[in-house]
């Protein structure tokens, strides 16, 4: 599966994954910067975060897609793209995101929750298999 | 494009859709069950983890209102619904609840009483009792804490079927209790077939059109005598709305704002064996519920959020931390409506004062029912603040801020397409007849006029049944 929007070709879509996935494995990295060894389940959490935003209603994931692109352009003025900015610029630019109004502020709490949560599902299921309520 | 017909569409398998297509078929109708997600077992994925949301939750659990305060809420999306993902508490609503439905809004046959032999009927054939053995830890952490405050707390039956000792054993969703019996009953069932629009013609629904997903997929076409839809309380407005008709189809949305937190202990608390806790405090209900929520790794780094210090450390033990809600009768109102294009409905909320009063309110008696169960510290739900360690400082709970700094969720939405006599204010009759048309029925969670402020699945399968006999009575 590819990130939205759906009406594309898939090669589009393969193309739109691409130009994304460094920008979200380095958000996944930072989000987890506290518990991360190295590059340990960054790329597959990457891919869970991509999948996730195919797989959101398209004028949901249309707009995580434009806002993603959009967020990598501000970082332009700093030397970015975000991926290629140091950690401390890095830090400035998301706490900025982070104070702006409405979506723009959305979508830096949705990368800090979801980062997270995919990285540590990962984990997860790494370590122990995928842990959910016990079934017979 | 395949042509099907049937004497019963019914559009939707959750617990609505699915009782009614066992019931008319055991009465011997020819009914056709569509479901737009896929026909899974139970035990296709574990509970909660990736692969039971790619696979049964709509849009892989990611959907959210639009609001001044947004609300991220959760679907099921598989033959089942809501049921196969659910935590299986049952509830009897409150008696007053009904008689405030009955009054309020002139429905026949609305109270504890009309519907106790349903209640009870559902209660035998779906296994609802209470674990058979000891409490999970965050479970016993919620009665130490009820029972210092001299606080009413109750542990939940559910729709389970539990197995010898602990706490094995098998939900009772809607795969494994009312689609079997469809089936056995000769309904057909149509999975990963999504139907888009309604045949209208007068005061006559002649059938529906839809397209089967998958490489056997295409078109298709249901000519049906009767149609009943049961799509859940936001997909059943939708599609209405894209088959043309308006008048209070969508704009009436309820729900059961909640939101978690996350808390430490001193010793162990959390036992994934165990599942979801099934304790609640009962003492602030119907407008205020306390519980706890299923606490694995990932939903704890969630729930930790960003302001804590050292998450690292938190999470080398993060068997002594919890994750625990507060769930409110939500006051706000919401609206469904058709995206031009798009096969997704626009959903706003608007999360009214009230809902955030409530909210802090059960915000801080969750603080104190933790801290009296021997919490050390709170994760604050409002974004940037820090972590509350006394229960002296629960009072910033109180002014929760609108807007994105608390995350706001629900899964339990209802009354978009509300019930009720006058057609001027309801979308269907007292029994889920549409207003205006001869052969067609709404039955599931949108009919219920407001929030009950319970877990709802057992309310809305016995208004089902209720409503399917009058149907049957009807002839
Ligand atoms: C995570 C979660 C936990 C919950 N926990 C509890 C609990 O512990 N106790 C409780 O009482 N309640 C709980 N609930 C709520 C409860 O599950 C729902 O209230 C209940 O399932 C609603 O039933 P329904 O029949 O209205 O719709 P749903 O269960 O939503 O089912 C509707 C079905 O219709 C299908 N559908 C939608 N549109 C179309 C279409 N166009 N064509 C074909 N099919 C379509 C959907 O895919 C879905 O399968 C929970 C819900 C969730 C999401």
Same mark, same amino acid.
């Given at each position: 599966m ?7 070709s898939a ?7 691409a130009r ?5 494995a380095?958000?996944?990295r930072?989000?987890v910067?506290?518990e991360?060894d190295?590059?340990?389940h960054v790329?597959?959490?990457t891919?869970?975060l991509?999948?996730?935003i195919a797989?959101m209603?398209p004028h949901?994931g ?11 352009a501000?970082?332009?003025p ?7 900015l ?5 830090a400035?630019v998301?706490?900025r995101w982070r ?7 959305s979508?830096?709490?949705?990368y800090?929750?979801?980062g997270v949560?995919?990285?540590?599902a ?5 370590q122990h ?5 016990v079934?017979? | 494009?395949?042509t ?9 398998s959750?617990?609505?859709g699915?009782?009614v297509a ?6 011997g109708r020819?009914v056709t069950?569509v ?6 077992r139970?035990?296709?994925a574990p509970?909660?983890s990736?692969?039971e949301m ?6 892989g659990?990611?959907n959210t209102t639009?609001g001044?305060?947004?609300?991220t809420y959760?679907?099921?999306r598989?033959v089942g619904g809501?049921s196969e993902?659910?935590?299986?508490l ?8 009904l008689a405030g439905?009955?009054r309020d ?8 009483e009309?519907?106790l032999?349903?209640?009870q009927?559902?209660?035998?054939q779906?296994?609802?009792h209470?674990?058979a053995?000891?409490l999970?830890?965050?479970?016993r952490r919620?009665?130490?804490g009820a029972?210092?405050?001299?606080w009413?707390h ?8 539990y197995q010898g000792?602990?706490?094995r054993?098998?939900r009772?969703?809607?795969s ?8 056995? @009953?000769g309904a057909r *069932?149509? &999975?990963?077939t999504?139907i /888009?629009r309604l $045949?209208?013609?007068g %005061?006559r629904?002649?059938?529906a059109?839809?397209?089967k ?10 000519q @049906?005598?009767r149609v *009943?839809? &049961?799509?859940?309380?936001v /997909?059943s407005? $939708?599609l209405l709305r %894209?088959?043309?008709?308006?008048r209070?189809v969508?704009?009436?949305l309820?729900?059961?704002?909640m939101?978690?937190?996350?808390a ?7 036992d994934?064996?165990?599942?979801v806790p099934?304790?609640q405090?009962?003492e ?13 790794q990932p939903?704890i780094a969630?729930?930790?959020?960003r302001q804590?210090p050292?998450?690292r450390?938190?999470?080398?033990r993060?068997?002594?931390i919890g994750v625990?809600?507060?769930?409110v009768?939500?006051?706000?109102r919401?609206?469904i ?6 096969d997704?409905?626009?959903v706003?909320?608007d ?6 009063e409530?909210?802090?309110?059960g915000l801080?008696h969750?603080?104190?029912l933790?801290?009296a169960a ?7 739900p409002v974004e940037g603040?820090?972590p ?6 629960l009072g ?5 801020p609108?807007?994105?700094a ?11 397409l509300?019930?009720g006599q006058?057609p001027s204010?309801?979308?269907t009759?007292?029994y ?6 001869d052969n067609?029925?709404?039955?599931d969670a949108s009919?219920l ?7 709802p699945?057992g309310?809305i399968?016995?208004?089902?049944r209720?409503n399917v006999?009058k ?5």
């Open positions: 590819h990130p939205v929007p759906p009406a594309l090669a589009a879509r393969a193309a739109v994954a994304l996935r460094p920008t979200l380095q958000l996944v930072d989000v910067a506290d991360l190295g590059e340990v790329p597959a959490a891919e869970v991509l999948r996730r797989g209603a949901l249309v707009g995580m897609v434009g806002l993603t692109l959009l967020f990598d501000s970082c332009r700093m030397g970015g793209p975000y991926h290629r140091p950690a401390d610029a890095r400035r998301l706490d104070a702006l109004p409405g979506p723009l502020a979508w830096a709490v949705f800090e929750k979801m949560f995919a990285w540590w990962v984990c997860e299921e790494a298999g995928d842990h959910g309520e079934r017979p | 494009m395949t099907h017909r049937c004497e019963v569409l019914v559009i939707g959750g617990p609505g699915a009782t066992a019931l008319l078929a055991e009465a020819d069950l479901e737009e997600g896929p026909d899974l139970i035990d296709s509970s909660y990736l692969a790619d696979q049964k939750y709509r849009n659990g990611l639009f001044r305060t947004q609300v959760l679907e099921g598989c809501a993902i659910n935590a299986a049952y509830h009897r609503p409150h008696p007053e609840t439905w009955a809004h002139g429905i026949e046959q609305m109270s504890m009309a519907l032999p349903y209640f009927d559902i209660e035998q779906l296994h609802v209470r674990r053995e000891g999970s830890p965050a479970s919620i009665v130490q029972q210092a405050l001299s009413r109750t542990e939940i039956e559910r729709f389970w079927r000792e602990g706490p054993g098998r009772q969703s809607m494994e209790t009312m689609v079997p019996r469809a089936r056995a @009953a *069932v149509h &999975a990963d999504r /888009q $045949l209208l013609r %005061r629904v002649e059938g059109v839809g397209r997903a998958g490489p056997d997929g295409g078109r298709v076409r249901y @049906a005598d *009943v839809l &049961a799509a859940g309380a /997909q407005p $939708l %894209r088959s043309g008709l308006r209070n969508g704009d009436n309820r729900l059961h704002p939101i978690r937190i996350a430490r202990f001193d010793q162990p608390v959390n994934p064996s165990f599942g099934v304790q405090v009962e602030f209900k119907p407008e205020i519920t306390l519980g706890g929520s299923h606490s694995s939903h969630l729930w930790l959020g804590v050292d998450r450390a938190l999470m080398e993060w068997d002594h625990f809600y507060v769930a009768q939500g006051q706000g919401g609206t409506r058709a995206l031009p294009l798009l997704q409905p626009l706003r909320y999360l009214g004062a009230r809902d955030l409530l909210l802090g309110t801080q969750l603080g104190r933790l801290f021997g919490a050390r510290q709170l994760m604050s603040r820090p509350i360690e006394r229960p002296a400082d910033q709970l109180s002014d929760l609108p807007g994105g608390i995350a706001v969720s629900t899964i339990h939405l209802f009354s978009s509300p019930m006058d204010k309801s979308a009759d007292s889920g007849k549409a207003h205006g048309f067609l029925w709404v039955q009919l006029p407001s929030s009950p402020g319970v877990n699945q309310l399968m016995a208004i089902v209720r006999a149907m049957l009575s009807d002839g």
